[in-house]
């Protein structure tokens, strides 16, 4: 069960409304490394696990946080608009060319469909969708893909910050940089605790029988671009991060197949082109003999 | 550039058709974590990044090797598909209810759209789309991004690997499981690498002024849950990963702060519901007043 | 059947060209709320309905104008266009700020993609889409649903009503504001008579069981946030709308249950996180056993 | 602020798992009218209202029950879940065809992708996205939005109850359905307290200036098809629900108005097809001149 | 303006319920190539045509008559799903395969959302939308899309004949086969009919100025793959269609570039992963310089 | 496979950086007709057909050297996006109003998402969908979708040619231009050689049985709007493209068909709107029967 208390984690207000940069903050709110993604991501995380206990105990904990994040960015942009222009271009523009920018750069639909309010939507105006969140079962898969929506959340944050000078509004984000900063080292280290108590390994998933991988290009970079640099890289020789093996290099693929022949030419019934040219009439005929046979 | 040969890395032929697992085959092609994405995600890393050298090329090198991991298993999907169900599914069921299982679990538009053909979707039918992919400049985030896409993938096939039992299927996917174990080591290892060249670090994005960060609640866990095992995890104790820093453990937030007011009105033009009860007539004069002046 | 007679219901032509004005119209032509989704909502519930009659009459009738709606605003919106920035955005602009926020703010697409013509999305864009419509065959619920949709739609209009000052433009938008009064009444009067004629009545579905519901808790408020204002509500206390009982107030919830325990620990060939730590070898022995029994 | 509670509202566990049945249960909880929708609109509301005091509250105190249904419901398919099939569909199907009407109508995500987990995604797959909200800070009209969703809601609970003999199961929707009784019998209490108090009135928005919409035909049913009962309605006679006006009937529109005239030509820089048959070449060197003068 | 005849264009009633063929149905309905695709599309290029007469006609004709095309199948649908599985699985599926493929590959929102009624969506429950159509305002580039939109329709209504054997919903097919026939040929005609009359040419757009095209590379096959057989094609030597030009082979690409370099190292408050190793300390300074300066 | 050389197919750098033009050349990298759809597009062709040879080759050879015009057009806009505007706006603005035009015009995901990079979106900034492609298995239908892709892709390419001074993008433009010159005209040289060699022919699919079809509609131009011109065009008399038929003109539908009966009630535990009035407490009764027999 979830609790609403009608206090924020911390201040939420802007020295001042500003249209373009509510549409800019939709990002951090709606889009795809989003407030509402984290939190939605560490809920299904949380309910969907086989893992009772710690790792659980931090998903619930840290996703609630997470609300009361969406919470706090969707009442500052609701605040950001309340100067959403509702009257003419024209009248608002005057002679000043900052409100012009302004203007031309706002999301048209916080004032006509939100009546200057916050939408689940990024700074394009794409709605938020269910296919931003990750989340498998495998707990060491996920706290990595939570570790990179952290990075991407905080790397974001960073920079809206610095396209506003509002205080209100780089207070509110310095909060949020904070917590991004406890967030994306809390993931690294329940990563790698879910690997130290023997949970998962690399690489994930770790018990798949590796009898049954063709081991022999486990661990071969194998190049199809032409630069020949990647050859230096820790990828490219000395052992492998799972522990179980040892880089090497192939200036390209070491296995080759040739293409399957096409095989059949097709039920007849789907139309496809097939290699039998100037033989439709005979083709019709098969058809109505598969679909009236007698 | 890229340039096409007509072989595939590796064999790519079903011991049979099966148009259910054909369907099931097409997550690991159009999903969120398919080749697709993989593939069109490492190409925009590389044509968008600012590093030339090493880490440029290992982009460009394992991208190109993912759009002909798209290609082998798009064409594995059309020779499972060789014979779709294009007749009546009375005909078809006959008296074998495995038959029925897979007439009832194939994806309807194989057949339909694509006369027994793969398509750019998953296996529930939705499209893949431009939103799956991350690029964001920032090659820490974007690599830990890359190790959590492989990770998922290897997952996701390692799961349908249990699905058939057909040997040419399974070849190939021991082939796909061991390319993804080299994949998530390699991302890992260049993680690493640029953290130890100094290009990048934790957190990210590391040289954001900390000045300007709210440090006091950069490494605290604070539980919104009521769950009490979370206090015993490495994230809430000891040295942090970034180095910066020491964990500490909340039950419950450090900071809190008053729901701003709700201001001003809003714009009567965007016709909110405001705290003037039954005052609609004058509201209606200052609209038209505001509207049509004078 | 629908026949097209090649007048309109109502004036649409504008005083003057004006594309950022025409990417805000877009809103009420292929927005969520636009007039693409009434006509079509309208017709999908006609041609489902299972009651013949003068409430699918209703429906016929009305939805066949709603597509007349769509033909006025894409006029009216290619008409906006007549002088769409085709040329460089630097001899457009000049030196007067009101043209600076109009190219700023135009749809891109209507002269990239359209040729200066109107598009079935909304003004961010975003693509008309099946989900916007509801036809559940229940037409209580669904003549709600079609109330909704009409105020949401008026609010609109009179939203951008205020937003231009061309008078050919006004002038429709007058003419589409009292069509929307209209329907917005006619809905609820459907739903009122169909109450009264005993289709259906509240709660929906009302001829759900009541036996088979939780009738304890299907009355009250239970408060999961911590104002305590809403307990002086109409919906706090005394009878309900329905007819069928009396509202009741509980600050939090009156029923609670215990998480489910997390149960067995799912199918190994899944791969998901579970509470065996250090037993990656042992596991790995089972999935082979059943994977390959024997 | 949110806070967890490791309890939930009510039992959520079925007696036994069910894959094809937890994906019907996907539709109420990431379809349009899921818990995810309701719990977001509640939200969205709360934070963009301009009206504190009862109503915000009410927002408050039932989006946070809303965000606990998510919760229940998650769960539930997670335990429905608990046999999701992971191996080959012959070994699954036997010799019994329930279990491949079962196997054929899974969710193919539930397994691949989420480690037999609950998804943000509708029973056939779509994940739920921002678009279905509504939240248009005019709160009468939200309201009926609101009541809509709880109706939609309902309904579909009520169908799918029947679509299980789960005890486990019907019990956790007897529970939703009283829930969904109380919420349609709140909202439409709700709407009716905002009118009566004035905030707000029909037709909305009831403070457009009257005079600015073209009043004639603001109560005139215009009948576009040829049935003739609907004539009979409460919506072609008599007075009007929002108490301003008497309807009337027209049997077909009671306005008409010329196509306009297309206009110029369009910007050459287009090429938009233009009566201009045979001038191709005069037309390219307009094209030229425009382009580069001089 | 629209009207609407409360009678079909031809039969639309199925010998006998089918709730699998109803959900392949739904391809035709509401799919990329289905009958609103065609009818959307026809629509928005007749009303953004600037080509008065008989093509604007054509396109208003057309495009009415597939409205009442999407109304035939929308009803044939509903009427499909009079038995709808509403019950449990396990009652309905008993002993017959047949109906357990049926169950199993439903549409489960046809019951759940629709009440056993037609949707705006595809065979895989993928919603309608906007992107679906083409309206450029080009008609010679438009018709080629239009004959495109009805060949492909075409062939999926052929497809799904062969997988009923119901001889009402084969009538109607039929007859839409029939119809599709027709427009096609009037497609292809009509595009004829544009160029012999002036409107336009190939290549599309014919105005472009050519000496603003790069002609060296206008008329080459260049071969980015290893097969050599493409050289044997019409595409590789003789006239062009267009009627400018001979076409002639290249086997790769006859112009190369040098990857640009990468030029600046990107705004540091970007953030992005720059060349500059160990010099995090630095950057860190300067970017406070640019964000306070002084 | 696929195989990449770190050199460009053309010179892809302009003369000076500009963000609203990188926000418009997005559409023709990930529009509809954007080159990640034509290279998509011509892969699932190829790697789908059932066509060995020179058809298949031309779809490889083309499809690669999309491939390569994707990574052409997304290394333009990283560099387009040099200066992209991370700081705020009103120092950018100044006072020159087409900064004010260019800031009001980015797309704000260029800076905020990708770091000043080029992103799998349209100039709307909707992502990419696997939805925008065509891949049949009919090549005359989908060579006529190729023709169509061409030639919008081409429109598009002229369109924003005229939108920009810049000679380094223009130049680019001027390569793209010719080379869509080429497709354009290949793709219909290669439907003309597929109708010649007897492989498929008009109308698609040539080989349904026509028998089958209700041929005394395939040539009938039926008038469903009130224009009269449409008479006049060559799709109105005259032997038809496919040279199987006399075009006929109709000013209206030949046939007509009743609405079919509503037909039975539908199942009462759907809940829908059934023509039993006052009837609640009956229906009630027999759910129950329904439900719980016995």
Do not use: C
Request: overall charge negative; hydrophobic content about 35%; proline content about 7%.
């Amino acid at each position: 069960m979830f609790f609403h208390k009608q206090e924020l984690q911390y201040n939420a207000s802007p020295a001042a409304p500003d249209v373009f940069f509510a549409r800019k903050m939709q990002e951090i709110l709606g889009g795809q490394y989003g407030e509402i993604t984290v939190a939605m991501q560490y809920g299904f995380q949380a309910w969907n696990t086989k893992l009772p206990g710690k790792y659980r105990d931090l998903l619930y904990g840290i996703g609630a946080e997470e609300f009361g994040h969406v919470e706090m960015i969707a009442i500052m942009i609701a605040q950001l608009l309340e100067k959403a222009p509702a009257g003419t271009v024209e009248a608002a523009v005057k002679s000043d060319p900052v409100v012009a920018a302004v203007i031309g750069g706002e999301d048209t639909q916080h004032a006509i469909v939100a009546g200057a309010g916050a939408r689940p939507v990024d700074s394009n105006g794409n709605p938020w969708q269910g296919s931003y969140i990750t989340a498998s079962g495998n707990l060491l898969a996920d706290f990595t893909s939570n570790a990179n929506a952290e990075m991407q959340g905080r790397l974001q944050v960073a920079r809206i910050y610095h396209m506003t000078e509002d205080k209100g509004v780089r207070d509110m984000l310095s909060f949020l940089l904070a917590r991004d900063t406890m967030h994306q080292n809390q993931w690294i280290a329940a990563a790698q605790e879910l690997r130290e108590e023997g949970y998962e390994d690399l690489p994930v998933p770790s018990n798949f029988p590796l009898s049954d991988e063709h081991r022999d290009v486990s661990y071969t970079y194998m190049n199809f671009s032409d630069g020949k640099e990647a050859a230096a890289g820790r990828w490219a020789s000395g052992p492998t991060p799972d522990g179980k093996g040892e880089f090497s290099y192939s200036d390209g693929p070491t296995t080759t197949a040739p293409m399957p022949p096409v095989g059949n030419h097709g039920d007849p019934r789907l139309y496809g082109t097939t290699p039998e040219p100037n033989l439709l009439d005979k083709t019709m005929g098969k058809i109505k003999d598969v679909v009236q046979p007698g």
